[in-house]
């Protein structure tokens, strides 16, 4: 067993076990998104990041990835490590400000606003597809081709495969081909207003973790009914 801490509390966890497995053992969230149980780590989004001590040095660090190690201080939550997760939620805004799931990220993380060009991408790289086309479905229909910003998803020789099923799996999965977001914000704004498919109940909000902003704003847009605080 390898024992390290995380956020001053010492866990042990067997060999070959992640910082995200030992966080997750505790019960510490950690935000994840190309990070799916039954796939390969891949660390294309580096949204679980962490802050780790080794010696005198900090770094920052995807948890999904990085191997626990024995004696290792792990930060999971530092000003560091939040400012990098709204940084890189704006990021994947810019590169598909439409993916639900991204701007449910974008609105559990406060990022209101994003400052980069947005590009309306229909990936964001994740590679979760390609992970799930060959691990689970074994067809190996589809890779990534290119480098830096020429870098995306395709079919062998970019041609229509014959080895894809279309089973569905790769859309299945991908958190930008997903249900869009509708809002009538202006490109590049974070309208927090579609983090829950049923809108929550002003009344249940201290449970349920309600990240609507200002409060009430699900149902001006939404039209639900009333609750008995609003009546
Ligand atoms: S969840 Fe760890 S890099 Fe994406």
Known sequence: MLELSINGIDVQVEEGSTILDAARFLGIDIPTLCHVEGLTPYGACRLCVVEINKGEQARLVSSCTYPAE????????????????????????????????????????????????????????????????????????????????????????????????TCGACMYICPACELRCQGPHPPGDVCGGCLNVEPVCLEEEEQKMCFMDPCGWCYKETGRRKTEKEK
Request: glycine share 4%; net charge positive; aromatic share 6%.
């Open 70 to 165: 024995h004696g290792l201080q792990v930060w999971t939550h530092t000003r560091r490590v939040v400012e990098a997760r709204k940084m890189l939620i704006e990021l994947l805004l810019a590169m598909c400000p439409s993916s639900k799931t991204v701007q449910d990220l974008a609105s559990a993380h406060n990022v209101q606003k994003v400052r980069f060009k947005v590009d309306y991408s229909d990936c964001i790289l994740c590679g979760l597809c390609v992970r799930m086309c060959n691990e689970q479905m074994d067809a190996r229909a589809i890779g990534f081709i290119n480098r830096g910003k020429d870098r995306r998803i395709t079919t062998p020789f970019d041609v229509k495969s014959d080895i894809c099923r």
